[in-house]
């Protein structure tokens, strides 16, 4: 070999003995990782760079703004972690704005705006397009145009009043509490105007002629059965006996019916009512008939009471039974 052996001290022959502060001693290797102890700070430049094997790109150092540290999130965002969620309350008037191409679309059932400030009769409507869900605006009076009124009601322009025609049949339907009124009606003339009824089976209101209101009059002339509907007097001139069909107590309360036995003969012809009637009260209890003689002079009516020599009789119903009156 050239040159002369010298001695000189271990520690410049690399005699490392540890490493630290993001360096690892492996035997007499010294290599990159492991716990930083200090404050460390590596200087770079455009030429001498600090490049990360296997990575792509370059370390560089840049704001930390620009790498989305985000802290906090306002005006209709909440933070969740490290996410950013559309939800909040607004901080200030805010406007999405919104173009024929640029469109803001609302998917699912379920969208709660509160707090929302009073708005005007003038201002837009938002609505929905049903096959798109995108979120349009209309006129108020565009949902006017598309209100109809029938069966009893007219659309004038956007108010909808009582009255029209009725389409179909109708039923008002009212009770002991929910009662129907009309005020202010005006004085009529029972000679010309009409009078509303009730049918009893249906409800159904129709108005009559106020002759019909009186009383109805019938005369039977033929010398058969007859049996009272509607009658309020009766007036019997057959020649033979017959029977008269009176109506169920229990449906005509308060209603009077009178007969009239006049049958042409000389002769007695009994009417026999097919209800008896309650003609008289007695400490036994009440006394009842159901015969109406023509002739006055003959006790028939009842057989029991001379006093009673009738041939008319009117009859009252107190609903379960028919009484003389």
Known sequence: ASGVMKKVP?????????????LTKNGTAVELGGTLTRPTLLT??????????????????????????????TNGLTKNGTAVELGGP??????????????LTLNGTGLNITSLGSGSVNDSLVVVDP?????????????????TADNGLTKTGTNVQLGGNLIQPTIITTSATNTIALAGLQS???????????????????????TLA??????????????????????YKGTTAGTITIPDPAANFGREITIINLAQSDNNQNL????????????????????LPSITNVTIFPSDLTSQSINKITIVSYGVAWFRK
């Open 90 to 103: 607004l901080t200030k008037p805010t406007t999405i704005g919104t173009d024929a191409t640029n469109t």
């Open 44 to 73: 770079t430049s455009p030429t001498n760079t600090l490049s990360v094997a296997g990575a792509s790109g370059v370390m560089k150092k840049v704001p930390q703004t620009t790498v989305g540290g985000i802290t906090t999130a």
């Open 272 to 291: 026999t009512l097919s209800r008896s009637i309650v003609i008289e009260g007695s400490a036994s209890g009440d006394v009842v008939a159901n015969t």
């Open 214 to 235: 009186k009383s109805k009059i019938v005369m039977q002339t033929t010398s058969n059965n007859y049996t009272i509907t509607n009658e309020d007097v009766l007036i």
């Open 131 to 147: 096959s798109s869900g995108k979120l349009k605006r209309i006129s108020p009076n565009a949902v006017g145009e598309k209100i």
């Open 10 to 22: 271990q520690t410049t022959v690399g005699g490392i003995t540890t490493a630290t502060n993001g």
């Open 188 to 210: 009529g003339n029972v000679s010309t105007d009409s009078i509303l009824v009730v049918n009893a089976t249906n409800n159904v209101v129709r108005r009559v002629s106020p």
